[in-house]
Nanobody
Framework: QVQLVESGGGSVQAGGSLRLSCAASGATHTSTCMGWFRQAPGKEREGVAGIYIADINTGGGRTYYVDSVKGRFTISQDNAKNTVYLQMNGLIPEDTAMYYC????????????????????????WGQGTQVTVSS
């Protein structure tokens, strides 16, 4: 099992920045990819960013983003700390949501991650979430 704990959420004004952290513990060696999702009240949970963390030999994983956050959000990993980050710049009120970290341990063809990173079914483990509120 992999346990995930998110932190770093809060309230900011539009244009501000936050950095979310997702600390993984347990059987972290089994994780191949991690993602950030968000869910606003009354809306479906959507994939925000994903990273294929198994690419450790290249110094970093391939990253993927939903169009609405490209150029503003950056997902990154720190293998030594078993932590994945989501740096969020240029926040807008539409970014207000509960943000969840997710990880997968189920083997799958790595070349398919680019087409599936945003799907909830790709991930086996979920954190409890951290709230992000952006005011105008």
């Amino acid at each position: 099992q992999v346990q995930l704990v998110e932190s770093g959420g809060g309230s900011v004004q539009a244009g501000g920045s936050l950095r979310l952290s997702c600390a993984a513990s347990g059987a972290t060696h089994t994780s191949t990819c991690m993602g950030w999702f968000r869910q606003a009240p009354g809306k479906e949970r959507e994939g925000v960013a994903g990273i294929y963390i198994a690419d450790i030999n290249t110094g970093g994983g391939r990253t993927y983003y939903v169009d609405s956050v490209k150029g503003r959000f950056t997902i990154s990993q720190d293998n030594a700390k078993n932590t994945v980050y989501l740096q969020m710049n240029g926040l807008i009120p539409e970014d207000t949501a509960m943000y969840y970290c997710a990880a997968t341990s189920t083997p799958f063809p790595p070349w398919t991650y680019g087409d599936t990173w945003y799907r909830r079914q790709r991930y086996d483990h979920w954190g409890q979430g951290t709230q992000v509120t952006v005011s105008s």
